[in-house]
């Protein structure tokens, strides 16, 4: 296993759950998940963004990424499809972010996201493996 994402139900929100060999690989399938939360359709990545954030820890790291894609997704119709991470330590993280223009005649929406909670947040290592999970409010 490289990386992989699930969706579970929990009540009115979605869980995302992803875990990778690596945690630039948890990371990068949370990302490619999130978009096709964003839209259905194949999405690639055709344009790339230096991407550079900060926070207190790695759990909130990732509620800082997803908010960001979140509201690049709602300013600019921009669909998150893949991240390069160069530098991720703590609660930091430097890289690219791949993106591709949402078209309506190659997408159709997704799920209404409204929100990244930050309730039961979780980024970290268990049994050899990088794991991370986020509520997300639709």
């Known amino acids: ?5 699930r969706l ?6 979605l869980r995302l759950e992803a875990e990778g060999e690596t945690a630039a690989a948890a990371l990068g399938a949370a990302v490619a998940a999130f978009g096709g ?15 550079a954030l900060h926070a207190a820890d790695a ?4 509620a800082v990424l997803l908010e960001e894609l979140l509201f690049r997704f709602e300013t600019e119709a921009a669909l998150p499809a893949a991240l390069a991470v160069e530098r991720l ?3 930091t993280l430097a890289g690219r972010l791949g993106w591709e223009p949402f078209d309506p005649a190659r997408h159709a929406p997704g799920l209404g996201v409204k929100a ?3 309730h039961d947040l979780e980024f970290g290592e268990r049994d050899g493996h990088w794991r991370l999970a986020v509520l997300l409010d639709l």
């Open 59 to 62: 759990p909130t790291l990732l």
């Open 37 to 51: 939360l964003l839209a259905e359709g194949e999405i690639a990545p055709r344009e790339w963004r230096a991407l």
């Open 116 to 118: 990244v909670t930050w």
């Open 1 to 5: 296993m490289s990386a992989e994402a």
């Open 89 to 91: 330590a703590g609660g």
């Open 8 to 13: 579970r139900p929990a009540g009115g929100d």
